[in-house]
């Protein structure tokens, strides 16, 4: 339960309450389970308080000093917080329905299994927060930080996630079904298990387009406005290096010594070693692949697949291909009719 005298000095007013705060920095405020429906608190200093469970139903809490406070399981129903601060704060299972979030900081902040559904996050600093299991159905969380973010089993379904910035965000196990995507940054995210279907690419006031990968999403779009193919192609062009060849077990060091140098030169090193598309076979997506690179590396050290696809590449490409193979190995027969020829 509450401590009463904490109480009784908060509905003094915001006023008395930062008063109070001022003149006993080591108090720890124990707000518990308190009834603060409705209440304004706009701009009050709530760091490092105790308000687990607490109704604050309806409460102004703009501006608001919440950082490192303890709020986990409190009702924060479509609750006014636009740009309080948050950052550090416990949040696990608290309800924020409906709730104006927008600008907020919540770095770092404990938002597991919080109740997110239609809250308004945008332009929010959620960067290295932990929103594993957290329901963000319908948010908007347009603009906003979720870099180092931790979304694991999070529910994002029809959220909208236009301009956000998701940087080693981990999306493992979420459901990002339907979400609307449009000018959002990408870079490292972890997708094992993700549900990723419908996800809008265009604007809203564009006919609508949907693909099923978050990571592809800025390609496809440039597809749409192909005046900006042309530079891909050219860069693609210039610093693509297709590496073919069967980098496993052992060639695998092979493979990152070959990544490391090539990058370290400004290359592009791009590894055929994933599943066959849907839509094509390896041979026409080797072609593909090997037609747009500035040359191409293939280890042939015990090849597997690669004499057939030199075979079905060299002779039709005007690329330069430089074989390798490790001391001591043979190359397959074909390779010496290759080599003399082209």
Sequence with gaps: MANEKHVAILKQGVDAWNAW?????????????????????????????????????GA??????????????????????SEAN??????????????????ANLS?????????????????????????????????????NLSRANL??????????????????DLRGADVTGCR??????????LKRTKQEDLVITPQDEPTVTVDN???AQFVYLLLHNEKIRHVIDTIGKKGVLLLGRFTEGR?????????????????????????????????????????????IADVTKPKSAPLELQATVPELMVPFRPIIEEGEKPFAMLEDLWIQY
């Design 108 to 144: 770092g902040a404990n938002l597991q299994k919080a109740k997110l559904i239609e809250a308004d996050l945008t332009e929010a600093n959620l960067r290295r927060a932990m929103l594993d299991g957290a329901n963000l159905r319908g948010a908007d969380l347009s603009r906003a």
């Design 152 to 169: 694991s089993r999070a529910d994002l379904r029809g959220a909208n996630l236009d301009s956000a910035t998701l940087v080693r965000t």
């Design 252 to 296: 695998i060091a092979t493979l990152e010594r070959l990544r490391e140098e090539l990058c370290k030169r400004d290359f592009l090193p791009m590894v055929f070693n994933f599943d066959k598309p849907d839509t094509t076979t390896f041979t026409q997506t080797v072609r593909l692949l090997a037609g747009m690179s500035r040359f191409v």
């Design 21 to 57: 705060r001022d003149e006993n920095p080591d108090i720890r405020p124990d707000l518990r389970e308190a009834n603060l429906h409705g209440a304004n608190l706009r701009e009050a200093d709530f760091e490092s308080a105790g308000l687990r469970e607490a109704n604050l139903h």
């Design 60 to 81: 102004d809490l703009y501006g608001a000093d919440l950082s490192r406070a303890n709020l986990s399981g409190a009702n924060l129903y479509r609750e006014g917080l």
């Design 86 to 103: 948050l950052g550090g704060a416990n949040l696990r299972e608290a309800d924020f329905e409906s709730a104006d979030l927008s600008r």
């Design 214 to 216: 978050i990571e592809v």
């Design 181 to 190: 995507i449009y000018g959002v940054s990408a870079w490292g995210l972890k």
